[in-house]
């Protein structure tokens, strides 16, 4: 049976959330962050960009993203207020999408400038396909790709300074072993971004192909040796998405969808490519929830959604399957429609979902 939060809606069976007297973790650092200096954070940040601003015009730290809110918003704060000079990194998602594409073109016609790495879709979609199969993983061969390629820019344009968006563990609900800590390492991408699963796991050539030059991460020895200090602007800042749609739509070009996307009751995230689309498919498969409950569970702690309404949010759209991209999973996985739906019925989490009428009902 399927318990949720008793404040939001993430379920117990997150990985790698924790409840206190029913209230996950999610919750309880977001009534934490309430009492932070976040004016001392800022201070903390201003002495970073010190460190590593450059004044020869070269750039001066690499921040990851694609065009979306909030890459484009810790951008945007990087350069205009903190007098950065920042080289934005963009890995292009499988399946990418029209209106991806074009937040990505006016991201760059604002003033940033992008490098954008598109990896060998033949050979990673053969990795796509074996993470199906095996994690229920339709995208880890993005996530591994997104996790590396700005490390490995960093290191060729001798960049040392990277910032990503939020810390995602503790912000959603997951280890909150970084929730102070200002940088973080090679090891909370192997074993949090990543899930300890190896490229190797999943990968039908050496590792060493230079096919997967941008998916493999360097070693610790290059890391540290490159001294890269990677941060998460949610460390300095509270992390506020709103915040950072209306900046990116005034500055940065951002447009949103026409109308909400599959499984969402909003129309801003998540809105350059289909493949996360079957990920959160799979999640509420798996372990009970989708984008609904994720979102909602953010708008919630954040006092922008009741519980109620976000609970009938989750009922409605949690369950939806993205009938749309179906031809294009099938011709991307390179498989046939049933064996497709074999593979996802296989995740299906049967401690948490009944059958009633031939019908599978989520128990809670």
Same mark, same amino acid.
């Given at each position: 049976?399927?318990?949720?939060?008793?404040?939001?809606?993430?379920?117990?069976?997150?990985?790698?959330?924790?409840?206190?007297?029913?209230?996950?973790?999610?919750?309880?650092?977001?009534?934490?962050?309430?009492?932070?200096?976040?004016?001392?954070?800022?201070?903390?940040?201003?002495?970073?960009?010190?460190?590593?601003?450059?004044?020869?015009?070269?750039?001066?730290?690499?921040?990851?993203?694609?065009?979306?809110?909030?890459?484009?918003?810790?951008?945007?704060?990087?350069?205009?207020?903190?007098?950065?000079?920042?080289?934005?990194?963009?890995?292009?998602?499988?399946?990418?999408?029209?209106?991806?594409?074009?937040?990505?073109?006016?991201?760059?016609?604002?003033?940033?400038?992008?490098?954008?790495?598109? /990896?060998?879709?033949?050979?990673?979609?053969?990795?796509?396909?074996?993470?199906?199969?095996?994690?229920?993983?339709?995208?880890?061969?993005?996530?591994?790709?997104?996790?590396?390629?700005?490390?490995?820019?960093?290191?060729?344009?001798?960049?040392?300074?990277?910032?990503?968006?939020?810390?995602?563990?503790?912000?959603?609900?997951?280890?909150?072993?970084?929730?102070?800590?200002?940088?973080?390492?090679?090891?909370?991408?192997?074993?949090?971004?990543?899930?300890?699963?190896?490229?190797?796991?999943?990968?039908?050539?050496?590792?060493?192909?230079?096919?997967?030059?941008?998916?493999?991460? /360097?070693?610790?020895?290059?890391?540290?040796?490159?001294?890269?200090?990677?941060?998460?602007?949610?460390?300095?800042?509270?992390?506020?998405?709103?915040?950072?749609?209306?900046?990116?739509?005034?500055?940065?070009?951002?447009?949103?969808?026409?109308?909400?996307?599959?499984?969402?009751?909003?129309?801003?995230?998540?809105?350059?490519?289909?493949?996360?689309?079957?990920?959160?498919?799979?999640?509420?498969?798996?372990?009970?929830?989708?984008?609904?409950?994720?979102?909602?569970?953010?708008?919630?702690?954040?006092?922008?959604?009741?519980?109620?309404?976000?609970?009938?949010?989750?009922?409605?759209?949690?369950?939806?399957?993205?009938?749309?991209?179906?031809?294009?999973?099938?011709?991307?996985?390179?498989?046939?429609?049933?064996?497709?739906?074999?593979?996802?019925?296989?995740?299906?989490?049967?401690?948490?979902?009944?059958?009633?009428?031939?019908?599978?009902?989520?128990?809670?």
């Amino acid at each position: 049976m399927l318990v949720r939060c008793k404040k939001c809606l993430t379920p117990s069976t997150r990985p790698r959330v924790r409840f206190i007297d029913g209230v996950c973790n999610a919750c309880i650092n977001w009534e934490y962050k309430k009492n932070i200096n976040w004016s001392k954070r800022k201070k903390e940040l201003h002495e970073l960009c010190d460190k590593f601003r450059r004044n020869n015009g070269s750039y001066d730290v690499v921040v990851p993203g694609g065009g979306g809110k909030d890459s484009s918003y810790v951008a945007w704060k990087l350069k205009n207020e903190f007098n950065m000079n920042p080289l934005c990194v963009c890995v292009q998602p499988p399946l990418d999408t029209d209106l991806g594409k074009k937040n990505l073109d006016n991201f760059a016609n604002a003033g940033f400038n992008v490098i954008e790495i598109k /990896p060998n879709r033949k050979h990673t979609s053969k990795i796509a396909r074996n993470a199906l199969i095996k994690y229920g993983n339709p995208q880890l061969d993005w996530l591994f790709a997104i996790h590396s390629v700005p490390i490995r820019i960093s290191i060729l344009f001798n960049i040392p300074f990277i910032m990503w968006g939020e810390e995602a563990e503790s912000e959603y609900g997951g280890s909150d072993d970084y929730k102070n800590k200002t940088g973080f390492n090679l090891e909370q991408i192997n074993n949090y971004y990543r899930s300890g699963i190896q490229l190797e796991d999943v990968c039908e050539t050496d590792i060493n192909d230079s096919n997967n030059y941008w998916l493999s991460l /360097p070693s610790k020895k290059e890391f540290i040796e490159n001294k890269i200090f990677a941060a998460h602007w949610s460390y300095f800042e509270l992390w506020d998405e709103y915040m950072h749609l209306e900046i990116a739509e005034k500055f940065c070009g951002l447009e949103k969808a026409p109308e909400n996307t599959s499984g969402a009751y909003n129309n801003f995230s998540h809105l350059d490519q289909t493949v996360y689309l079957l990920h959160m498919y799979l999640a509420y498969l798996k372990f009970g929830f989708g984008r609904a409950t994720t979102d909602a569970s953010i708008d919630i702690r954040s006092g922008k959604l009741s519980r109620e309404q976000g609970l009938k949010y989750a009922k409605q759209f949690d369950h939806i399957f993205p009938h749309e991209s179906l031809n294009n999973y099938l011709n991307y996985f390179d498989m046939k429609e049933a064996d497709f739906f074999d593979v996802l019925e296989k995740f299906r989490n049967n401690e948490i979902f009944i059958k009633n009428n031939n019908e599978w009902i989520l128990n809670e």
